[in-house]
């Protein structure tokens, strides 16, 4: 089988993920809630992929670092926990329904939501941006990258065009592990991660890596092991935002993944750029495809085959050709309302992709149209 499916969660794992993993199921306790040996063992254990992830990301302290199950969660503490009746919030129709539901949900109660609209290129248009940037602008919510085809906004423009006082929150679901963020030389707030995916991590995994300014409420409520004498939560970070048990052995993983990928992560980007352009390539000599990503270190490729909706060129490369790909919406219904597309098919493919493969599935694509 052909994996191509790397943006919904990654299909291969690094030995060292899967060993972590495996280890904190043998000998596992309850981080921060016990005092003896294990428990504490555990809480330090978590401690340090803080910082692991604190280091890769630029945050300014460990305490920055906000455990979530997934990309999903960590955009919702983000929009939920500090949006509120009166502010005005820019996004863009490139954002995943993760982004779009909590901001739907959040204009019912009082918030204004502008959307920048895709320039002819098919990227995020500045100038439409830059229009409605104005004073009163109170966050931006930015894609780092485009889960349905793979182009990426220039956030430093981004950020030049909001006012000082605007926070930039941002979707790194399927730019973190594929390119180098720093929040705080790009000027991010809040990024969103997905741990499952180029981090190399499980599913279960995720995060929300906060600016200093950067200050939202809790959204969820319960026990921390700290501060347990007050019936509010505690007024301090991590904990007011990690309310229960951590996944232990998926935040564990997650610090393996990505100490196997940072001195990789240029190698990656190099072959990555390289597979999808010769994916690309391939897929745009047949004239019955039309393709609508460009070579990109994030390894997605969408297309379409003339003739045949997305969900059947999908099936057929499952069942006859034993390939993974994904097609319809993509969770992002008005990227495809910009392209003009009622579903398209993504190949998305890992640093573990082989160029075999690649032929094999340009070979499979084109039998597929050929029958249409």
Do not use: W
Request: proline content about 5%; hydrophobic content about 45%; aromatic content about 8%.
């Amino acid at each position: 089988m052909i994996y191509f499916d790397n943006a919904a969660t990654g299909g291969c794992k690094p030995q060292s993920v899967v060993s972590a993993a495996s280890a904190a199921l043998t000998a596992c306790a309850n981080a921060g809630r016990s005092g003896h040996a294990l428990s504490l063992a555990c809480a330090e254990r978590i401690q340090s992929v803080r910082q692991i992830l604190q280091r890769f990301f630029g945050a300014p302290s460990p305490d920055r670092v906000i455990f979530t199950k997934n990309c999903t969660e960590a955009l919702n503490i983000a929009l939920l926990g500090t949006l509120k009746r009166g502010d005005k919030v820019i996004t863009t129709v490139a954002e995943h329904n993760s982004v779009l539901r909590p901001l739907k949900y959040l204009e019912g109660a009082g918030v204004t939501v502008r959307y920048v609209p895709l320039d002819k290129n098919g990227k995020i248009d500045l100038k439409a941006f830059a229009s409605l940037a104005d004073d009163f602008t109170t966050a931006a919510v930015v894609t780092l990258a485009s889960n349905v085809t793979g182009i990426a906004p220039d956030i430093f423009a981004v950020k030049r065009l909001l006012p000082p006082s605007a926070a930039l929150i941002c979707d790194g679901a399927q730019a973190c592990g594929h390119v180098n963020i720093d929040i705080t030389s790009l000027g991010i707030d809040a990024l969103a991660v997905a741990g499952h995916k180029g981090l190399l991590g499980i599913q279960g995994s995720g995060a929300l890596i906060m600016s200093e300014r950067f200050s939202p409420r809790p959204v969820m409520f319960g026990g921390t092991g700290s501060a347990s004498y007050s019936l509010d939560m505690p007024a301090f970070y991590p904990d007011m935002l990690e309310a229960g048990t951590l996944n232990y052995p998926a935040i564990v993983a997650l610090g393996e993944g990505v100490l196997y990928l940072k001195p990789r992560l240029y190698e990656h980007i190099d072959y990555m750029v390289y597979l999808t352009e010769m994916v690309i390539n391939g897929l745009a000599e047949n004239a019955n495809v039309k393709v609508y990503s460009r070579a990109n270190p994030f390894g997605i490729v969408a297309f379409d085959v003339e003739g045949l909706p997305s969900e059947e060129v999908a099936a057929r490369l499952s069942s006859e050709y034993s390939v993974c790909v994904r097609a319809g919406l993509h969770c992002a219904p008005l990227m495809h309302g910009a392209l003009g597309s009622s579903g398209l098919v993504r190949a998305s493919l890992s640093p573990f992709n082989t160029k075999g493969e690649a032929l094999y599935f340009l070979k499979a694509v084109a039998e597929v149209a050929s029958r249409r």
